[in-house]
């Protein structure tokens, strides 16, 4: 089965070339989200196109040292890791369904006069607050359980570690921009592990899918918003 092993390696490669600088990105622009803003539409290029250029010279450069190493492999954890990576697929799916490619781009980000962010708790947002970065741990880490190389590993860790850090930075944003309902939603949903029971109606009567909510900057119905967490 050495054919399939090298199929798995290829595939881990190129999820790493297109989303491990993900995290990164999203860091320097809510880090400096002032300063982006003034430069607009273009602070997205430029950030964008040296960072994953600089990350697939890297990544190639390291490409024998991320498979060298292996950890041990059996069929609990092949299993495991292709259930991650559906989990991510699905989360993906839901998250490219309700922003569109625009939004998920971060365009709402610097451009808010022109993209609105609300904030929805519908479908997955009624369960955690960031599935899109979500999508990328668990992704990252099915991975790693599938190659069982040392290398994706890291680059699972890494990324766990750094969207760590950039989901505050956006929640603060949020709560600036969204006052009071961002913080009541953020109170009820958590951030990325969602709980085990179903999310509770608000006093209100809203439900999850017309209330408002939502780490993700999510669209309401009738008004334009979104964003790509």
């Given amino acids: 089965m050495i054919w399939i092993e090298k199929s ?3 595939l881990a490669f190129i999820y790493a070339l297109l989303f491990f600088p993900a995290p990164v990105f999203w860091l320097l622009i809510h880090s400096g989200i002032r300063f982006w803003r003034r430069v607009g539409n273009r602070a997205l290029l430029w950030i964008a196109a040296p960072l994953w250029a600089a990350n697939a010279a ?3 450069a390291l490409h024998s040292r991320l498979f060298a ?5 059996n069929a609990f954890t092949a299993a495991a890791g292709a259930a991650l990576v559906i989990a991510g697929l699905a989360i993906g799916h839901h998250v490219h369904r309700v922003f569109g490619l625009k939004r998920l781009g971060g365009l709402p980000e610097v451009s808010p006069g022109r993209y609105r962010r609300d904030v929805v708790e519908r479908g997955v947002y009624a369960y955690v ?3 899109r970065y979500l999508e990328y741990m668990l992704s990252f880490a099915g991975w790693s ?5 040392r290398g994706i590993l890291v680059l699972a860790i890494a990324s766990v570690l750094m969207y760590s850090f950039v989901a505050p930075l956006e929640e603060r944003e949020l709560r600036n921009e969204r006052g009071e309902a961002y913080s009541a939603y953020a109170r009820a949903v958590p951030r990325f592990i969602p709980r085990l029971r179903r999310p509770a109606r608000r006093p209100d009567g ?3 899918e017309d209330g408002p909510g939502g780490a993700e900057d999510a669209p309401r119905q009738t008004t334009p918003g979104g964003f790509h967490a």
Avoid at 69 to 73: S, V
Avoid at 145 to 149: I, M, R, Y
Wanted: glycine residues 10%; negative net charge; aromatic residues 0%.
């Fill in 8 to 10: 798995l390696d290829v």
């Fill in 58 to 60: 890297a990544l190639e």
């Fill in 69 to 73: 190493e292996r950890i041990p492999r």
């Fill in 129 to 131: 607050r960031h599935p």
């Fill in 145 to 149: 359980l599938l190659t069982g190389a």
């Fill in 206 to 208: 809203e439900g999850p």
